[in-house]
């Protein structure tokens, strides 16, 4: 009850409580609302992407407030856990597709822009943060290399399940990872994790050459 | 009515005047499609000449390779600071914009 | 008579050279560095001069209901007054008791002075080919005559403080599908996407090298790109809704990061792929 007390109090005199509050503060929370706040009156719908799209959920939420830095061990666990539970395995119980087609999806930049529609192809666009294959040397650094990913870890069903995962919800591992929640966001159809998949854990795939 | 161009023009201790135009053009290739898969029509400037004292200096035959506002430099001589340099491009519409500029 | 001349063939021909080069097989650090080249080889003739020159023109041509040029518009350091007034934006404006960047306050002019709507000021923040926007000449115009200025946007008004404070949560709220925020591929040194090298948004050497850079001439757009453009096309591609033109969001979203980019000398327009 006093928290929100604060929490109001610097939303009214917002300037003389912004930027100095710690993160996860009431101050700081009380900046971080009218921020909110500000947003949804300052994007409009276009095409495809609503105003729903600035809802966010508790993994989102919760790592906003931690910028770049990594949550403390409790809230990581937590949002660790909260993830995990939203992997799906896939429902044949096999995690591999086809690693060319997966090549397709991990070069693919296309999908969930305004400026694309429901019809425009939807992409992993790994490639954008990661090596994969060597022949790609148009490749990004925000993520680690994937290059030699199943050859350096193994092509068992346990780094299968891992992979598959990883794609799937990269939270539950990492909490607060900067990688997209490709199945738990609905962003790849479950054959389109599988090619993904694939390309990291086929033996015949460029990315284990 | 195209845009001005803007045209830079310095002589230097050598008597070599040089010459910096930048032109407002879209130089489109006639290779290009709308949104519609229509192709959109070339259009590109044709020639440029430039003069100074009544004589050409320069006379070129562009086409579509050259890329949308394009901009052009040359150095000729005989030219004194405060002369005028006249420069002219048409397009393959028949367009045509001629802008001056003093030599510094 | 004539010594030498040059086309822009040319130098369209060498910038092609250089992407194909880039494509076969090098290190991504001298790759780095052949865009690097390209970029210099374009300063020369920077098309934004164009740009520069239409909105010169229309700043100073009395137009709108009010037949009235543009010449007593205050951008902050009184009216009329220009030269470096963009290094020192966004900043608080007492006669709207709000915080203003370049864009909002070029609207506001454009209703007080031309007697425009305020629709009408914003009905056309970014230009195509087709469809040329007013804004984006008069925003290449007045910030080239900040070229050579020192950052130096305000601080000490509350009002600055919160768009500072404001700015800073909104370039790390996580959102959308893709759970993405300007810190996801911003917030750290050294990072590229591609090939395409990413400054650190978070710090002032960062801030400076992407603020002082924008508006720019992209020459594979053919059009000048303003500093809102860039930061609308983020948010497309962050899947976000689309960001509002003079949003209180963008303005700030600018504040924080102009802020962060004080003590540079302002470099645009510039040219950039």
């Known amino acids: 009850m006093h928290k929100t007390l604060i929490a109001a109090a610097c939303a009214a005199v917002l300037a003389g409580c912004a930027g100095t509050g710690p993160s996860g503060s009431a101050s700081d929370a009380a900046v971080r609302a009218k921020a909110v706040e500000t947003m949804k009156t300052s994007f409009k719908e276009r095409g495809i992407a609503k105003l729903d799209r600035l809802d966010q959920d508790e993994t989102q939420s919760v790592c906003s407030q931690y910028s770049t830095a990594a949550p403390p061990k409790e809230v990581a666990e937590r949002i660790e856990k909260a993830n995990m539970a939203l992997v799906k395995p896939p429902s044949d119980g096999k995690y591999l597709g086809d690693w060319k087609r997966g090549e397709q999806i991990a070069q693919r930049g296309t999908g969930f822009q305004y400026s694309d529609t429901r019809e425009t192809p939807v992409g992993g666009n790994c490639y954008a943060c990661h090596e994969l294959s060597k022949a790609e040397i148009s490749y990004g650094t925000i993520g680690p290399s994937l290059h030699n990913f199943a050859k350096i870890r193994g092509y068992g069903p346990d780094i299968q399940k891992y992979a598959w995962g990883k794609v799937y919800n990269a939270h539950a591992y990492t909490a607060c990872s900067f990688m997209p929640r490709f199945g738990a966001q609905g962003i790849l159809s479950e054959q389109q994790l599988k090619d993904v998949v694939a390309l990291l854990m086929d033996p015949e795939s460029p990315v284990n050459k | ?104 | 008579m004539r010594i030498r001349a040059w086309y822009a063939g040319a130098i369209a021909l060498a910038a092609g050279m250089v992407a194909a080069t880039a494509a076969v097989g090098q290190d991504a650090a001298s790759t780095a560095q052949e865009i690097e080249k390209y970029r210099q080889a374009l300063q020369d003739g920077n098309p934004a001069e164009l740009w520069e020159a239409r909105g010169e023109g229309l700043w100073k041509k009395p137009a709108g209901p009010k037949n009235a040029s543009l010449e007593k518009c205050d951008l902050g350091l009184g009216p009329g007054v220009v030269k470096g007034a963009y290094a020192q934006l966004p900043r608080y404006f007492a006669d709207v008791d709000r915080v203003m960047d370049l864009e909002t306050r070029l609207a506001h002019c454009r209703v007080t002075l031309h007697g425009l709507t305020p629709a009408q000021a914003t009905a056309r923040p970014f230009g195509s080919p087709d469809n040329r926007s007013d804004n984006d000449a008069l925003v290449a115009w007045v910030t080239s005559e900040s070229k050579g200025a020192t950052m130096n946007v305000p601080s000490a008004h509350a009002k600055e403080k919160e768009a500072f404070a404001l700015g800073e949560k909104i370039f790390y709220f996580r959102g959308g599908p893709y759970d993405f925020s300007c810190a996801t591929c911003h917030a750290a040194d050294n990072t590229r996407i591609r090939l395409q090298d990413l400054p650190n948004l978070t710090k002032q050497a960062g801030a400076q090298l992407a603020y002082t850079t924008w508006p720019a001439y992209r020459v594979s757009q053919g059009e000048l790109r303003t500093f809102q453009w860039r930061l609308n096309d983020c948010f497309r591609q962050q899947r976000f809704p689309e960001l509002g033109f003079a949003s209180d969001a963008s303005i700030a979203l600018t504040a924080f990061l102009a802020r962060n980019a004080n003590g540079a000398e302002f470099k645009a327009p510039t040219i950039k792929r």
């Open chain 2, 1 to 104: 009515m195209a845009d001005p161009m803007r045209i830079r023009a310095a002589v230097d201790a050598g008597g070599v005047t040089e010459v910096k135009v930048l032109m407002s053009h879209e130089m489109e290739t006639g290779q290009r499609r709308d949104a519609a898969g229509a192709l959109v029509p070339a259009w590109f400037i044709q020639n440029v000449t430039a003069t100074h004292a009544g004589k050409t200096v320069l006379s070129a035959q562009w086409g579509p390779a050259i890329a949308k506002n394009p901009f052009l430099s040359f150095r000729f001589k005989g030219a004194q600071k405060g002369d005028k340099v006249q420069v002219t491009w048409v397009d393959n519409r028949g367009d045509k914009r001629t802008d001056e500029a003093t030599i510094a």
